[in-house]
């Protein structure tokens, strides 16, 4: 059983809509990420959090909104999206240590951009 | 040159082969290297990490070779249920955990 949840699990959504994913780990952990997997990629990072800060964009579009209010909880919010944003979208997280330290990842939200 | 390269695979392997991934990494700089497994439509999950001594853990064992970048993991005895996509990940920096992934290599083992 994973400790790293993620809603919805899919999201179909048209190119006006605007959406939020959610994502919530139970590890205790203090930093949390977002990664986009698309068909035939390797995964991408998108954002990083740690200790509730963000400290790292990867020249991630606008569209994307992250947003984590405590260390338990990371939101990606999105607007205006293109079919080429189509993709599974994996939360995951980690304890802040050098070295070694181990992500966790949610199910992912299997989004859809119509 | 990608920052995280893998063998492209599929790899068909019969019940009790012994199956080698190779992996190789451009930024000498990288800290700590990992093997993932991501079953299809499922999250990636942690197999094993992988040290410089190498290691092993039953069936798998994962070796690194600083000096020339590279990363192998060998599965001997294959089961069916190592049917999966195994991912190379290397952790680029120190401090909080950045890791770049390969694509992947595709493993099927069959009856």
């Known amino acids: 059983e994973t400790g790293v949840t993620q809603t919805p699990r899919h999201l179909v959504m048209g190119m006006t809509n605007k959406k939020s994913l959610k994502c919530e780990q139970h590890l205790g952990h203090n930093a949390m990420y977002w990664y986009k997997q698309s068909a035939k990629k390797p995964l991408e990072l998108m954002f990083v959090?740690?200790?509730?800060?963000?400290?790292e964009n990867n020249s991630v579009p606008s569209r994307f909104s992250p947003e984590c209010p405590n260390s338990s909880h990371l939101f990606l919010h999105l607007h205006t999206l293109q079919p080429e944003d189509s993709a599974l979208y994996l939360c995951?997280?980690?304890?802040?240590?050098?070295?070694?330290?181990?992500?966790?990842f949610g199910p992912g939200t299997r989004l859809l951009v119509l | 040159r990608k920052e995280v390269e893998q063998d492209p695979g599929p790899f068909n392997v019969p019940e009790g082969a012994t199956v080698a991934f190779n992996c190789t990494y451009s930024n000498s700089a990288s800290q700590s290297f990992f093997w993932y497994r991501q079953d299809c439509r499922k999250e990636p999950k942690l197999l094993m990490s992988v040290y410089s001594s190498g290691n092993e853990d039953g069936r798998f064992t994962a070796q690194l070779n600083r000096a020339s970048q590279y990363i192998s993991l060998l599965i001997r005895d294959s089961k069916l249920s190592d049917s999966a996509t195994y991912l190379c990940v290397v952790n680029r920096g120190a401090g909080y955990s950045t890791l770049t992934f390969g694509k992947g290599t595709m493993l099927l083992v069959s009856p």
């Open positions: 995951a997280s980690s304890q802040k240590l050098a070295g070694q330290e181990t992500q966790y």
């Open positions: 959090y740690s200790l509730e800060e963000r400290v």
